[in-house]
């Protein structure tokens, strides 16, 4: 029933399971990693309540000697603060540069021990347990770490490939509705960037994907296989690998402009409607149709996904502020603006040198859409 990928990166390749049960049998595959190794977990209380019993007893059955870190749920754990709080927690432990860093939840926590991990004792090994969609799909996979800087989002961070990743997808049935369609965003993403016919039958088969069952495997894996692809061509982002921000300009600006506030707008929900911008700008720009722009839109909101920017609740930053938001993405280049467009659904490509003030006239223009 389970699938495994492999993310050919040489010496730091590494399997991504995925299937039902993963997290009851962590201890069994840890154990196989590195019989003699402790685990610290970093894991935070919503996920904890669910998923942290079954984790221990596992760990417990294999012998391994753990210890559990706990943050609060949300973006603003990956803070400075938090980074430093999970540092001196692991420090405290005890724990060698040879034992593991368990990362057990979404995102946030993926990121925030991710980050911990690559930067204590100049390195420590970091087994990825992603609960959320969105973490499955995307941000356990590939080495991005990082925490957020009051300047912006993930501008402090590392690359650091786990050295294991299980994605127990029956973690994905404790989500909340509200998560599970955010991650939904993430994997659509995929299709969008070159995969055609995964957007079709994605298309098809969301309602079954939302539902569970072997579609929902079947989708996680193709996302996966996507991914590890296109980080093993380009690890460290000095290419390609940048198709994968397909609209995370727009969103992390919507993000940063919301403070952050997962009441408002979840990261997922900024990717989709950041997507459904980057559809409009192209063809704002002449290089992508008004029908796939709408095909994407109609996809995004069927998922239950924010798609226009009045659907972000209270939402009333100028185009100015929203401009400067975008300023501070990692892929501008010595000042010039860089985002990912779509000459078509399955057809996206790296846009340089972005002229700002057509960005703004464009915001200006969406801002008065109802
Ligand atoms: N989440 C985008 C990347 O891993 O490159």
């Not at 402790?38 to 294999?62: E, F, M, Q």
């Not at 724990?95 to 946030?108: K, M």
């Not at 993930?154 to 050295?163: E, S, W």
């Not at 003030?357 to 200006?364: I, N, P, Q």
Request: aromatic share 6%.
């Amino acid at each position: 029933m389970g699938v495994t990928i492999r993310v050919d990166l040489g010496p730091r390749s590494y399997d991504i399971v995925i299937g039902p049960g993963l997290i009851a049998q962590a201890g069994a595959h840890i154990r196989r990693l590195d019989p003699k190794s402790a685990c610290a977990i970093v894991t935070d209380t919503n996920v904890a309540r669910h998923h942290l019993g079954p984790l221990t007893a596992s760990l417990d059955a294999a012998r391994i000697r753990h210890a559990s870190i706990m943050i609060e749920p949300g973006e603003s754990s990956k803070s400075y603060a938090g980074f430093a709080t999970v540092c001196d927690a692991i420090l405290s432990g005890r724990f060698e540069r040879g034992d593991f860093v368990v990362a057990l939840g979404g995102g946030v926590v993926g990121d925030l021990a991710g980050f911990a991990a690559a930067s204590l004792k100049r390195g420590m090994r970091v087994v990825q347990i992603p609960t959320s969609l969105l973490a499955q799909v995307d941000s356990s996979v590939g080495g991005k770490t990082a925490i957020n800087s009051p300047v912006g989002k993930n501008l402090v961070g590392a690359f650091h490939q786990p050295t294991l990743v299980l994605a127990d997808v029956g973690a994905l049935d404790t989500l909340p509705r509200r998560e599970l369609t955010a991650g939904y965003a993430e994997l659509a993403k995929y299709g969008l960037i070159d995969d055609a016919a995964f957007f079709e039958w994605l298309e098809r088969n969301r309602a079954a994907i939302v539902a569970g069952g072997p579609e929902r495997i079947e989708a996680i894996a193709q996302a996966c296989r996507s991914k590890a692809a296109i980080v093993a061509r380009d690890e460290t982002e000095q290419g390609d690998r940048a198709l994968l921000n397909l609209g995370h300009t727009f969103g992390h600006a919507f993000e940063r402009l919301t403070g952050y506030d997962g009441a408002r707008l979840v990261h997922g929900e900024g990717v989709a409607l950041g997507i459904c911008l980057a559809f409009r700008f192209s063809t704002r720009l002449g290089v992508g149709t008004g029908q796939d722009a709408d095909r994407v839109a109609r996809h995004f909101q069927a998922a239950g996904l924010p798609t226009e920017i009045r659907d972000v609740p209270g939402f009333n930053a100028s185009p100015d502020a929203m401009l400067d938001a975008i300023g501070q993405d990692k892929k501008v280049q010595r000042g010039s603006l860089t985002f990912i467009l779509a000459h078509g659904i399955g057809r996206s490509y790296i846009a340089k040198g972005v002229d700002a003030a057509d960005v703004r006239s464009f915001l200006t223009d969406e801002m008065g859409r109802n």
